[in-house]
């Protein structure tokens, strides 16, 4: 959901539970590539080939990128603040207002927020740590997993702290990783190689490393992984009770974002494809619009939309399936 060192600050990184991640400097894995939209704010870069072109202004409150935790929900907007619901008690669904986001990544019930200043700001329930702030001023992504976070670092390397009891928050030091993606108990990284390692829990095979030499973005769920490929394809592997865990062979996959019981594609038509758990509706495909982004959460699905608004839908216990409308500026 692997990113240049070129791209903008608001840039969708292909991979992992959080959805449209920024890179600041990355090196990217063999098969990634971006085109970019012009927004109101900025720009977004969007999947390269699928001739969407730019989209019309879409307001000044925009979303940019979208990710879905566990019970809640947050927006990344584009004027540098994010819009967050759902949630519990734990302050997860917090709205963040400081205008300098450039990414977001919602977790089991914490929320981290990566700056354009290269610190991270987390909030939300942190009894093991999980929702302490980095200031290194060097991270470049961030990805907020079940009770723990990971931070991807500027050097290549990934700085991860909470829960790690299964050594999920263990750092990782090769000096290659291009990104990262924060699991329940488990945690994967993409390396410059376009290969993946994971480390943490690994009952079912979840953490198992992709050796191909051609993964361009991976995404971490609960006990399930699913590797995207230069190829369009998806390989999944570990826990499989729902069919979450099935590859993907349609060669036109430009993203994937993998739930608790589900996994979800952004395909290059604009539409998302799911499967796996389905008793809220959560794994349903969409197709109303062109999607630019999906994000898989615990029992929900949320698509950002070329129009700056977002669709989501399934689980909707404490709201974390409302929509986000893009505000537009009335002409005239």
């Avoid at 009952?203 to 006990?223: K, L, T």
Wanted: aromatic share 8%; with cysteine; proline share 3%.
């Amino acid at each position: 959901m692997a990113v240049p060192a070129h791209f903008p600050l608001r840039a969708l990184l292909l991979a992992s539970l959080l959805v449209a991640v920024p890179l600041l400097a990355a090196a990217p894995p063999t098969g990634a590539s971006t085109e970019t939209a012009s927004w109101c704010l900025g720009d977004v870069p969007v999947p390269a080939g699928l001739g969407w072109g730019d989209p019309p202004c879409a307001g000044v409150f925009a979303a940019t990128a979208v990710s879905a935790g566990d019970l809640h929900t947050c927006v990344l907007l584009s004027t540098g603040n994010v819009d967050c619901y759902g949630g519990r008690w734990f302050v997860e669904a917090e709205d963040y207002t400081g205008g300098d986001a450039v990414a977001v990544s919602a977790g089991g019930s914490h929320t981290c927020v990566l700056l354009k200043s290269g610190n991270v700001h987390c909030y939300g329930a942190n009894w093991s740590g999980q929702a302490a702030d980095y200031l290194g001023g060097d991270a470049v992504a961030v990805s907020a997993g079940g009770d723990h976070t990971c931070v991807l670092l500027s050097t290549g390397d990934v700085d991860c702290y909470g829960y790690n009891r299964y050594g999920q928050a263990e750092d990782y030091t090769g000096g290659d990783a291009v990104a990262v993606s924060a699991g329940m108990y488990h945690t994967c990284v993409l390396l410059s190689t376009g290969n993946v390692g994971c480390h943490g829990h690994d009952e079912y095979g979840q953490a198992g490393a992709y050796s191909a030499g051609n993964a361009v973005a991976v995404s971490a769920g609960v006990y399930h992984t699913c590797v995207l490929l230069s190829t369009g394809d998806l390989d999944c592997y570990g826990f499989n009770h729902h069919g979450q865990a099935e590859d993907y062979t349609g060669g036109d996959a430009v993203s994937v974002s993998t739930g608790w019981g589900h996994t979800c594609m952004l395909l290059s038509t604009g539409h998302v494809h799911c499967y796996g758990a389905n008793m809220h509706g959560q794994a349903e495909g969409h197709a109303g619009g062109i999607a630019i982004a999906v994000s898989a959460g615990a029992a929900h699905t949320c698509v950002l939309l070329i129009t700056g608004s977002v669709d989501c839908y399934g689980w909707t216990r404490n709201g974390q399936n409302g929509d986000y409308v893009a505000v537009i500026p009335r002409v005239g």
